[in-house]
């Protein structure tokens, strides 16, 4: 009998895999509790480490066309679906879900992809407008990504709740550092892969295991971090208070719901900022 | 040069009364806890004015929340509406009084009240009026519902202005307030009240409770509060944003700024130069959009320069109330003292401050236009903002550094760029993190346009479409 050759799982920082830097992992369970792996433990120094790559990652990112952003996030629909099999494995592994539920699961994270992925070009047609204002002014709002996203994924699910964690923030071109489940954190590995082999810029998404009580207080008190969506975490209260610091943008629990195949433009429109630009009209 | 003869409007054309309660359910409640408001250019008192008390806020969100339940929510949009525009109409009614009575407890141009402030205050409501029936087509799908009961907190640099930014949208919406105006600056809100009276207004739908900023905070702790709307300082901002941590409270915070005018050499100089003028000392530089970073291509570094101090060699400060002054009052002892503070330490780190001759009046508060040169982008003057008729004064070379420093800020408020170069303008805009940027011009304001910040200048926007959001939530 063969014996088979195991992953070792780590984190992806700025389009690579490192693991840990504090060389810390902890002990991830099946759903019938028996020894899956040893997940890496995201440290303080790999969330900043991120918010550096993230940061250095943004401006490029929402500076490319969004007919590219949009074609990049429809890769990363068509790489998970190559990748189908695998991540119906893992979510059954680990939730104890049914082959057809998990599956479910899957199609909605797919097609969560492909429903963000038609946005990219859409969002200023439909949320941005020409203001009539009472002057000889040309006067528009079109809206920006606010930056720098921290993303707590929901606790309860291993891949769709992610997906419709980072999608939504980088459909406009915000980088993110998102935090997976802690319990449920392989699929979030192997769709960090996934989106590896996506086209998408390294940096742009970066996805750390761990604690994500932990990991909250310093991502929500990072003063280069513009916004922070708190839906995974178990205290949302406490990381509100340390992200009014600089005043970052709160997506507070509960706010979206995270298992569907479509997302929601106002969440979003939640990351993005209006700009409004005025110029004189004569000649 | 001819000297310019006293024009001075009326003082006559207001009437305040000698103390004011607050104005709960309709009605003015007994003065108590008073303190006196006044006049910042003659430091003449001009009413008592009562400091609200945790009862008082409570009586205030009682009103209103009655008023959401029993009358207001039960309205439909389009006689909403109608009260907006008879509200509308009494402010132009009675357009020259409010500027009056601005100019007078602000301290800023009657030029600026009369012919800014109040006809964008009165234009607010007629704006936000057409909103109430047509709110399903706000962006939000098919009836969207209102908060619930909103406090508004604004500040003393466009008292009613900021008044009517806030009111207008969240009556439109079909939200009930309780508002409080600066602590300063309370005697317009207190008209206004008036104002709802006349236009006959439902008891309850505007709340005004004056005081200071313990007042403040108990608006935004009250638990039956739904959204706060606060325009101020980023300090205050962030203890709100503190404060309603953890609850379902929404919020709109408009807060600080420190934006960088940008002007290229291919610019209109001389509108460039009137762009600057009125970039930072249009209402004494008491803005929070105010253009206080001027970032200057060195190659015309100082022609802008020598036509910058000889356009201030012309502007008129003093008394307020003469229609010919361009800079009035500092609005409060303590502002003057900060704007001081804030200068010296400019002038330690090694800026070079320059101010034109000009008499400074013998009471009331006072300070002279000033510019800063000769300091970087790591400087307290450059980096912190002053809030008052002081410009500092950098150079760049190329557009990507302008971009760097002038996004090199905690705040993102507003830019204006200065160009002949249209696709320089456009990408300029792409790239520069603010809520508002002006090219060509500067300080612009209108009811149909989104205003509010990135970044620590807070989030949320007022005005337009954008504007009546902050007000909604869908309806699923």
Redesign the interface.
């Known amino acids: 009998m063969r014996l088979e050759v195991k992953k070792t799982y780590k984190l992806f920082i700025g389009g690579k895999f490192p693991r840990s830097e504090s060389g810390r992992v902890y002990i991830v369970n099946n759903h019938k509790g028996v020894f899956l792996a040893n997940v890496a433990k995201a440290s303080r120094k790999d969330v900043r480490d991120s918010v550096v790559v993230a940061r250095s990652a943004q401006s490029s990112w929402a500076g490319a066309t969004p007919y590219n952003r949009g074609q990049i996030l429809y890769r990363i629909a068509e790489m998970l679906e190559g990748r189908r099999e695998q991540f119906v494995a893992e979510i059954r592994e680990l939730t104890g879900k049914s082959e057809k539920q998990a599956n479910q699961e899957v199609d909605s994270a797919i097609d969560s992809w492909v429903w963000h992925a038609g946005w990219t070009d859409k969002i200023d047609a439909v949320a941005g407008n020409m203001n009539p204002v009472a002057g000889p002014f040309f006067n528009i709002s079109t809206n920006q990504p606010t930056g720098v996203v921290a993303a707590f994924a929901p606790q309860d699910t291993s891949l769709v709740g992610l997906v419709n964690t980072i999608a939504p923030a980088i459909v406009s071109g915000n980088s993110v550092i998102a935090i997976s489940s802690e319990t449920l954190p392989i699929c979030a590995v192997t769709l960090a892969e996934v989106l590896e082999t996506s086209d998408l810029p390294g940096g742009v998404v970066n996805i750390l295991t761990g604690n994500a009580s932990e990991l909250g207080s310093w991502l929500a008190s990072h003063l280069d971090v513009n916004a922070i969506d708190l839906e995974g975490t178990s205290n949302a209260a406490e990381l509100e208070m340390l992200a009014a610091e600089n005043l970052k943008r709160v997506i507070r629990k509960g706010s979206y719901s995270r298992n569907g195949a479509q997302g929601s433009l106002q969440h979003i429109l939640d990351l993005m900022e209006t700009k409004t630009v005025w110029h004189p009209k004569g000649h | 040069m001819f000297d310019y003869s006293p024009a001075p409007e009326s003082k006559d054309l207001v009437k305040f009364q000698a103390s004011y309660g607050h104005f709960i359910g309709g009605k003015f409640t007994k003065p108590a806890n008073t303190f006196s408001t006044i006049n910042p250019a003659t430091e003449q008192v001009l009413a008592e004015i009562s400091h609200g008390t945790a009862k008082d806020v409570d009586s205030a969100v009682k009103a209103a929340r009655t008023a959401y339940e029993k009358t207001w929510s039960k309205l439909d949009g389009a006689t909403r509406g109608k009260y907006l525009y008879r509200i509308a109409r009494i402010i132009q009614e009675r357009s020259r009084e409010l500027a009056v009575a601005e100019t007078l407890n602000n301290g800023k141009p009657i030029r600026e009240t009369r012919d800014a402030d109040i006809p964008l205050v009165a234009?607010w409501f007629f704006y936000y009026a057409g909103w109430a029936d047509k709110l399903d087509y706000a962006?939000?799908g098919s009836n969207p519902r209102a908060h619930g009961v909103v406090s508004q907190i604004v500040p003393w640099n466009f008292p009613l202005m900021m008044l009517a930014w806030k009111i207008a949208p969240a009556l439109a919406a079909g939200n009930t307030v309780v508002l409080k105006p600066a602590e300063t600056t309370p005697l317009t809100a207190l008209l206004f009240a008036e104002i709802c009276q006349q236009a006959e207004l439902p008891d309850g739908v505007v709340n005004i409770v004056t005081g200071f900023g313990d007042t403040g905070a108990m608006m935004v702790g009250h638990p039956d509060v739904n959204k706060i709307a606060f325009t101020g300082s980023?300090d205050v901002?962030?203890k709100i944003?503190?404060q309603i941590?953890?609850t379902d409270k929404k919020a709109t915070?408009e807060?600080g700024g420190k934006a960088a005018n940008i002007v290229f050499e291919d610019a209109a100089l001389d509108q460039a130069v009137e762009g600057i003028v009125n970039g930072i000392f249009f209402n004494q530089g008491h803005v929070c959009c105010a253009g206080s970073r001027l970032l200057v291509q060195e190659s015309v570094q100082d022609v802008v320069i020598k036509k910058l101090k000889a356009r201030m060699e012309n502007i008129r400060l003093g008394d307020p109330m003469d229609k010919n002054t361009d800079i009035g009052a500092i609005n409060s002892k303590e502002q003057l003292t900060k704007i001081d503070r804030l200068v010296k330490q400019g002038v330690k780190e090694g800026g070079e401050a320059w101010a034109p001759s000009c008499v400074i009046p013998k009471n009331g508060f006072w300070y002279a236009p000033t510019i800063i040169t000769g300091v970087s982008p790591a400087n307290t003057v450059v980096r912190e903002e002053i809030f008052g008729p002081v410009l500092s004064v950098m150079t760049f070379r190329t557009p990507a550094e302008a971009v760097a420093k002038a996004n090199n800020s905690?705040y993102?408020l507003s830019a204006g760029v200065w160009s002949e170069k249209g696709s320089r303008?456009l990408k300029m805009?792409d790239q520069l993190?603010?809520?508002?940027?002006?090219?060509?011009?500067f300080n612009?304001f209108?009811p149909?346009?989104?205003?509010?910040g990135?970044?620590?200048?807070?989030?949320g926007?007022e005005g337009?479409?954008?504007g009546l959001l902050s007000y909604l939530k869908?309806s699923n």
């Open positions: 234009s962006g939000l980023t901002g962030r944003a503190k941590a953890g915070l807060l905690q993102g303008i805009a993190n603010a809520g508002v940027v002006w090219a060509n011009t612009q209108d149909a346009s989104p205003f509010g990135f970044k620590e200048s807070g989030y926007r337009g479409r954008h869908g």
